[in-house]
T-cell receptor, first 112, second 113 residues
Framework: DQQVKQNSPSLSVQEGRISILNCDYT??????FLWYKKYPAEGPTFLISISSIKDKNEDGRFTVFLNKSAKHLSLHIVPSQPGDSAVYFC???????????FGTGTRLTIIP | EPEVTQTPSHQVTQMGQEVILRCVPISNHLYFYWYRQILGQKVEFLVS????????KSEIFDDQFSVERPDGSNFTLKIRSTKLEDSAMYFC???????????FGQGTRLTVV
């Protein structure tokens, strides 16, 4: 079941620069997308979400972009900080359904 | 800030034994979930629970698994006869519509030996 894919298992970015994490999905029934951040030995922490009726949502240093025609979303973090080093999961939900389908995650490392 | 809490943080059990994983969801949330993550793999949905009944379950959630909300605060996942392949991190989560984001606990690491 590869309905949500994160093709980059890892990403390294210099502190202060922009981090861009990508996510692709195949199920056109998904109508809500979320990004979670996960530190080792902890549960996923909600970061930001976007509804399919929007193409951008911003919250502080975090911005999520959605391209429905390409079935692609991305998370931008700017400026990147050392505390942003974690695994980032993209997740998606179908309309009328509470289940989240997760991607495989991207490990982000911020280099001081 | 309210949070989802899970106990124990780590459980070691022998194959064939029953285990109960416990969760206290955020108090005003209405939907409750269990997810799991096998080492090195993605987070997978197991079951959702609403209004005192299962609202959806995955193929993984077979007859060995059950969930219960025994009182107003706890939410439990029971695995009746554990197998080696049940070894994973188990995450409890909760949410409150109309907000869609689920809030996760810190997880219980289940090791079946």
């Amino acid at each position: 079941d590869q309905q949500v894919k994160q093709n980059s298992p890892s990403l390294s970015v210099q502190e202060g620069r922009i981090s861009i994490l990508n996510c692709d999905y195949t199920n056109s029934m998904f109508d809500y997308f979320l990004w979670y951040k996960k530190y080792p030995a902890e549960g996923p922490t909600f970061l930001i979400s976007i509804s399919s009726i929007k193409d951008k949502n911003e919250d502080g240093r975090f911005t999520v972009f959605l391209n429905k025609s390409a079935k692609h979303l991305s998370l931008h973090i700017v400026p990147s900080q050392p505390g942003d080093s974690a695994v980032y999961f993209c997740a998606a939900r179908r309309a009328g359904n509470e289940k989240l389908t997760f991607g495989t995650g991207t490990r982000l490392t911020i280099i001081p | 800030e309210p949070e989802v809490t899970q106990t124990p943080s780590h459980q070691v059990t022998q194959m064939g034994q029953e285990v109960i994983l416990r969760c206290v969801p955020i108090s005003n949330h209405l939907y409750f979930y269990w997810y799991r993550q096998i080492l090195g793999q993605k987070v997978e949905f197991l079951v959702s629970f609403y209004n005192n009944e299962i609202s959806e379950k995955s193929e993984i959630f077979d007859d060995q698994f059950s969930v219960e909300r025994p009182d107003g605060s706890n939410f439990t996942l029971k695995i009746r006869s554990t197998k080696l392949e049940d070894s994973a991190m188990y995450f409890c989560a909760s949410s409150r519509p109309p907000n869609t984001e689920a809030f996760f606990g810190q997880g219980t690491r289940l090791t079946v030996v």
